[in-house]
């Protein structure tokens, strides 16, 4: 069951927004923000707002396929001081990774080259990097917000300081089509998949 609103916040790529939304995939790699608290990612809340950045995304960091879906974002990147919420998520699982080995073989999975994925995993190589498989949901209709100083930084998480209605959200994988993913992920990582 979707909740009607939600007021917790996670940021991440537009163009990985995109992906999520698009069902192209269904998993983000993090291990932490430059400005997070503790300096260190951590799962604040399985249940979360996707808020889509335009900083620090680039081309070269992104496979060609994916490519021109970024030059489509920021050609039309919004310049108005409002924030556009249009998918919600819900935590699946989190799979922690040490090895590059690992993050290797999740290539298949996401829209990154291999060598930014392994950037990921080598920023602060005492701490594993986690791998978030993420249920995402369309939102009934688009809810934008004004932008608050508040929520700049690069930092992972941010509290909207109103909740955002959801309204009747929809999956953008069906039951099947998101179990399917998820089993080709945690096999690519040799990992077992429970039997439903």
């Known amino acids: ?31 932490g923000g430059i400005r997070e608290e503790g300096k260190n990612f951590r799962i604040m809340h399985p249940e979360f707002l996707l808020y889509p950045t335009y900083e620090h995304q680039r081309e070269e960091l992104l496979k060609p396929g994916y490519q021109p879906s970024l030059h489509q974002i920021l050609a039309e990147s919004p310049h ?5 919420f249009s998918h919600w998520a819900r935590m ?9 080995e690992k993050v290797d073989d999740l290539s298949p999975h996401h829209i990154w080259t291999n060598a930014y994925a392994q950037s990921r995993l080598h920023w602060k190589p005492r ?10 949901y369309q939102m009934e209709q688009p809810v934008s917000v004004p932008y608050s100083s508040e929520y700049g930084g690069c930092k992972s998480w941010v509290n909207l300081t109103a909740p955002v209605r959801l309204g009747h959200c929809q999956p953008v994988l069906s039951d099947s089509g998101f179990q399917s993913r998820v089993a080709e992920i945690k096999g690519s990582l040799g990992l077992s998949v429970a039997a439903r």
């Open 1 to 31: 069951m979707v909740p009607d609103q939600s007021q917790l916040a996670l940021k991440e790529w537009s163009v990985t927004v995109r992906a999520l939304a698009e069902g192209r995939q269904i998993l983000l790699l993090r291990k």
């Open 92 to 100: 699946a699982d989190v799979i922690e990774v040490s090895q590059q």
């Open 80 to 84: 108005t001081g409002k924030i556009t």
């Open 127 to 136: 701490f594993p990097l986690s791998v978030m498989l993420l249920r995402v």
